[in-house]
T-cell receptor, first 112, second 113 residues
Framework: KQEVTQIPAALSVPEGENLVLNCSFTDSAIYNLQWFRQDPGKGLTSLLLIQSSQREQTSGRLNASLDKSSGRSTLYIAASQPGDSATYLCAVKEAAGNKLTFGGGTRVLVKP | DTAVSQTPKYLVTQMGNDKSIKCEQNLGHDTMYWYKQDSKKFLKIMFSYNNKELIINETVPNRFSPKSPDKAHLNLHINSLELGDSAVYFC????????????FGPGTRLTVT
C-alpha cells in the first residue's frame, strides 16, 4: 500500500529565505507526482506535475525534483514571500490505478 | 470562470439526515473524483468516475453513493449522516485517468451535529 510522508509538518522562515519541502513515498511504481498548495478554508491549487520519466519541473520561483528510485520529491521555493504562506501537499498517482495518494502536508509560514 | 465548482460550500445538518453535494466541471474532462479531508487535514480518495462509469470505489460506507448524470457532473449523496462524516469534501477532475493533472473544486465543509 502506498504511503506518502511529508516532513516537516510545519515550517516558519523569514521572508527572502529559500524554502525546501520534502515528500517521500514507499512504492516507487508511480505514474506521476503532483504538488499542490492549499490556503486555509480553500481548495487545492495545482503547482507542478512531474511525470515518472522526468527528474524535475520548474515554474517561476518553484522547482520540484523527483527521484523515483529512492521515493523522494523536493519542492524548492526561491526567495520566499509572505504570500507563499500556505499548506503544501504532495500526491502520487500509482502506475496501477487512478487515484492520488496524498501526504499530510507541510504548513509554511513566511514572516515579513 | 470557475473550472470545478461545488455546491453548497457549507452544509450543517443533523445526524440521520440525507444530504447531497453537487459538483460540476466545465473543463471538458473525462474523469471526476471525490476526496474527503478529515480534521487532521489528510486527503483520501473516495470515488472516481471516468465518462460516467465508476472506476474507483475505496473503502467507503455504502451510505455514500456517487451519481454521474453526465461526464461534467459528479454528485455525492450521503444517507443517514453520522458525526464522523463531518469533513471537507473535495471534487476534482482530470482530462483522462492517466497522465493528466487533477484540478480541485473549492470544497464543501460538512458539519454533522
Amino acid at each position: 500500500k502506498q504511503e506518502v510522508t511529508q516532513i516537516p509538518a510545519a515550517l516558519s522562515v523569514p521572508e527572502g529565505e529559500n524554502l525546501v519541502l520534502n515528500c517521500s513515498f514507499t512504492d516507487s511504481a508511480i505514474y506521476n507526482l503532483q504538488w499542490f498548495r492549499q490556503d486555509p478554508g480553500k481548495g487545492l491549487t495545482s503547482l507542478l506535475l512531474i511525470q515518472s520519466s522526468q527528474r524535475e519541473q520548474t515554474s517561476g520561483r518553484l522547482n520540484a525534483s523527483l527521484d523515483k528510485s529512492s521515493g523522494r520529491s523536493t519542492l524548492y521555493i526561491a526567495a520566499s514571500q509572505p504570500g507563499d504562506s500556505a499548506t503544501y501537499l504532495c500526491a502520487v498517482k500509482e502506475a496501477a490505478g487512478n487515484k492520488l495518494t496524498f501526504g499530510g502536508g507541510t504548513r509554511v509560514l513566511v514572516k515579513p | 470562470d470557475t473550472a470545478v465548482s461545488q455546491t453548497p460550500k457549507y452544509l450543517v445538518t443533523q445526524m440521520g439526515n440525507d444530504k447531497s453535494i453537487k459538483c460540476e466541471q466545465n473543463l471538458g474532462h473525462d474523469t471526476m473524483y471525490w476526496y474527503k479531508q478529515d480534521s487532521k487535514k489528510f486527503l483520501k480518495i473516495m470515488f472516481s468516475y471516468n465518462n460516467k462509469e465508476l472506476i474507483i470505489n475505496e473503502t467507503v460506507p455504502n451510505r455514500f453513493s456517487p451519481k454521474s448524470p453526465d461526464k461534467a457532473h459528479l454528485n455525492l449523496h450521503i444517507n443517514s449522516l453520522e458525526l464522523g462524516d463531518s469533513a471537507v469534501y473535495f471534487c476534482a477532475s482530470s482530462l483522462a485517468s492517466g497522465i493528466s493533472e487533477q484540478y480541485f473544486g473549492p470544497g464543501t465543509r460538512l458539519t454533522v451535529t
